[in-house]
T-cell receptor, first 113, second 112 residues
């Protein structure tokens, strides 16, 4: 089954403790991206990647890192999480970023206390 | 900077009625996407609009794109309860980058 898989689905952590949210897709998609969703703000793009070893900032990249060492994986790293990073995070992939629909993962609800 | 505005943000309608959700954007683009999100769920792609004048229909939903007016519409015909969800439009940031900018979403509630 074609899918985008995020882990974990739920995470509560403390300020400053490094964490990684994994994202994997099995559709051989080139384009992957991370979004955060906050009430009243909609979805905002954090980082995106057009292919292996090619990443770029979205609209809200501060406090986040990403890597794309393999086509299927695109982990989101929070080196030193802060409470303002409490949010619902979505990973998405698409065959070609600009011309095709994106497939979204199930989301990761992160709480930083 | 690309900005995307959706109107209305909240919409409560009766079953059987028609309504339109609007998506305006601020800079030139000819690629626009509509997504649906059910409560507590992920986003599901509805439509991909890739040129001026594009129109796509799926069931009771029809989306169109007017790139000259920088406007897309999502028209709901004879609404049913199952259409209750939040609808997002997203616009490609044309001009080199692959950024995608989402509107804030329209929460649609269809009442019996």
């Amino acid at each position: 089954e074609a899918q985008v898989t995020q882990n974990p689905r739920y995470l509560i952590t403390v300020t400053g403790k490094k964490l990684t949210v994994t994202c994997s897709q099995n559709m051989n998609h080139e384009y992957m991206s991370w979004y955060r969703q906050d009430p009243g703000l909609g979805l905002r793009q954090i980082y995106y990647s057009m292919n292996v070893e090619v990443t770029d900032k979205g609209d809200v990249p501060e406090g986040y890192k990403v890597s794309r060492k393999e086509k299927r994986n695109f982990p989101l790293i929070l080196e030193s999480p802060s409470p303002n990073q409490t949010s619902l995070y979505f990973c998405a992939s698409s065959l070609q970023g600009r011309y095709t629909e994106a497939f979204f993962g199930q989301g990761t609800r992160l709480t930083v206390v | 900077e690309l900005k995307v505005e959706q109107n209305p943000l909240f919409l409560s309608m009766q079953e059987g009625k028609n309504y339109t959700i609007y998506c305006n954007y601020s800079t030139t683009s000819d690629r626009l996407y509509w997504y649906r999100q059910d409560p507590g769920k992920s986003l599901e792609s509805l439509f991909v609009l890739l040129s001026n004048g594009a129109v796509k229909q799926e069931g009771r939903l029809m989306a169109s794109l007017d790139t000259k007016a920088r406007l897309s519409t999502l028209h709901i015909t004879a609404a049913v309860h199952d259409l209750s969800a939040t609808y997002f439009c997203a616009v490609d940031n044309k001009g080199g980058s692959e950024k995608l900018v989402f509107g804030k979403g329209t929460k649609l509630t269809v009442n019996p």
